[in-house]
């Protein structure tokens, strides 16, 4: 039996919309330690995990490991219906195969979307070890790829020991935001040895939407291999893997 | 001779927006006790009608009655020019064969549409007695009407002694909107014997569009019967029926 | 050498928005006396004039005449990341052949578009005397614009001693701006003899965007010839010549 209900229920709608994008169908998996999400994109390009504790929640109504599937689209559309001071309550109904969300407002309000049959993924963690880790206001981050995505799909994230840049290149022009110890926007940055990779523009914007403006988002990346970013809501954490892309 | 004006023009407004998709050409009958216009759509699925009395106007010069054929979307596009402080003013021009819509505010400015040749229309005006009589908040109903066009065209309207409800189900999911006697968005609820019918999702969105989100809307039904619509604005009155979808 | 700085950005902003739909490229000749630049639509229909003094920058490092050659969609859309707080740079990079926009806030962000290689326009200006001086408040002027836009392509401007109109016609309906001595949109009046022409509406909206809601526009034009257009924002100068339509 799996019955939560949220009165701050943004999270997941933040957390649902960011990932519609890379991957079509997700499980979610319920247990009483909390609900966790953790899938790869078709193309295996990207790796995106999702963790909510139970403190996130008023009531948590969770006996034992339950998978859910669910089409995130639908997901998301139905989360679009709630309005922002409802509560969310989730609620499997396994005889109609069936995710209730029902919004809790001036009215209460259900709406049902399929359950998909799934398992939960055994995925592979590559054994990673960076040479930087670069903490950045998210507003910052985010203007940054917004403006390379003007001039390319890739971008080139470069980091010494005295400034990250975020940088792109093309004949439709150039763009380049340039964070310096000190500087408002670089929160904490560690360098062992100097480090520049390339990552698809796109897929940044995604896995950096779920984080708010005034948000703190962990960049951790070597030459040339993946990039990972993480970052934490109340009770609930975001990380996201990326291949690196190699220069034609 | 007709030459009206308002300084609160808004529910004219509102009024043709909410017909425009159910009706294309429409007669306002302009006479000495008001305006109205009463209409079917082509399918003849559905009645409209409207009522404004000469207190909705700062100045209400009618003589005699007067018939107004007018294509919606025309005046629509013209209503949508008006500022929100605009003072309205409406002007049959018979010579040009023009309704010109002379908005004043810090210009003087005129738009005249061409009137078209119509008559009243003799509606036939069907006996009908109804199971349940509901009254809800327009925010309500709107929100579960729009869970509903997610899920299918059709919505299920029910009523019992103890609750209203509002449900669509297809494979996409469902949806379900229930009102309960106490609830905050059910104002009073009167039913003689249970009544449920079903009703095409887009029409009740039209015809509700017209009334705000704090404005009680009046749901009339019975058993696979056509539902009645009411709402009141200051000084008028919107109506519509609507026949009952057979399900397959 | 060209380096320049302005903590008020808007004004470029502005401008380039207003002439993207006109023009495709153009040719900004930064010199010590300040920033003009002056061309004509590929169809000659229309002449574009704008000129901001080195009193608009913060900082104004413009050693000797330089042409900058911009394609104006690449500069609108790299001036569309500018944020409203940020103070903007202009840097001309002679070496990467690129006008460098530095925005600076929160953080710093660069973006690099292709310089244009162009020269500065030698443009024939036509010897004009006008019997109306119109001036208009924008805001008034662009709402009948909006309305005429709805009935026509070209619209009628018609000045005498008492009042300035503006007027649409078609099968469509017809639309009517009137400003008279008096009426708090117009400004001022001079009228040497009664004067009517035809411009199309959607240059004359593309021509008045770049104006505020409370800005003046001054309008000057005679019986079936080019109209000028003129408003003047802080320490800069817009101005625009627009051809006549002649009647079918």
């Known amino acids: 039996?799996?019955?939560?209900?949220?009165?701050?229920?943004?999270?997941?709608?933040?957390?649902?919309?960011?990932?519609?994008?890379?991957?079509?169908?997700?499980?979610?998996?319920?247990?009483?330690?909390?609900?966790?999400?953790?899938?790869?994109?078709?193309?295996?390009?990207?790796?995106?995990?999702?963790?909510?504790?139970?403190?996130?929640?008023?009531?948590?109504n969770v006996k034992e490991k339950t998978v859910v599937g669910i089409k995130?689209?639908?997901?998301?559309?139905?989360?679009?219906?709630?309005?922002?001071?409802?509560?969310?309550?989730?609620?499997?109904?396994?005889e109609k195969n069936r995710l209730n969300l029902v919004f809790k407002g001036a009215s209460t309000r259900r709406l049902g979307i399929p359950l998909l049959s799934m398992e939960e993924e055994e995925l592979p963690e590559p054994k990673l070890s960076f040479a930087a880790k670069v903490v950045v206001r998210a507003e910052v981050l985010k203007d940054g790829l917004k403006d390379a995505e003007m001039i390319?799909?890739?971008?080139?994230?470069?980091a010494d020991k005295k400034s990250f840049s975020?940088?792109?290149?093309?004949?439709?022009?150039?763009?380049?935001l340039v964070l310096s110890t000190g500087d408002e926007g670089l929160i904490s940055l560690e360098v062992s040895e100097p480090a520049t990779a390339i990552y698809s523009v796109r897929y940044l914007k995604d896995m950096t939407s779920g984080a708010s403006a005034s948000d703190n988002i962990t960049l951790k990346f070597s030459t040339d291999l993946p990039l990972e970013i993480d970052f934490n809501v109340e009770n609930g954490k975001f990380r996201y893997l990326l291949a690196p892309r190699v220069e034609a």
Chains 1, 2, 3 share one sequence.
């Open 1 to 60: 039996m799996v019955r939560v209900s949220m009165s701050e229920p943004k999270v997941w709608k933040t957390f649902v919309s960011s990932v519609t994008a890379l991957i079509e169908e997700a499980a979610f998996v319920f247990s009483p330690e909390g609900v966790r999400m953790k899938a790869m994109d078709p193309s295996k390009i990207s790796l995106v995990e999702f963790e909510l504790s139970p403190k996130a929640f008023d009531e948590f």
């Open 152 to 158: 390319a799909e890739n971008v080139r994230l470069s």
């Open 72 to 94: 995130l689209t639908e997901f998301e559309r139905a989360l679009s219906r709630m309005k922002s001071k409802d509560q969310l309550i989730l609620d499997v109904d396994t």
């Open 166 to 176: 975020l940088t792109a290149e093309s004949d439709r022009g150039s763009s380049e």
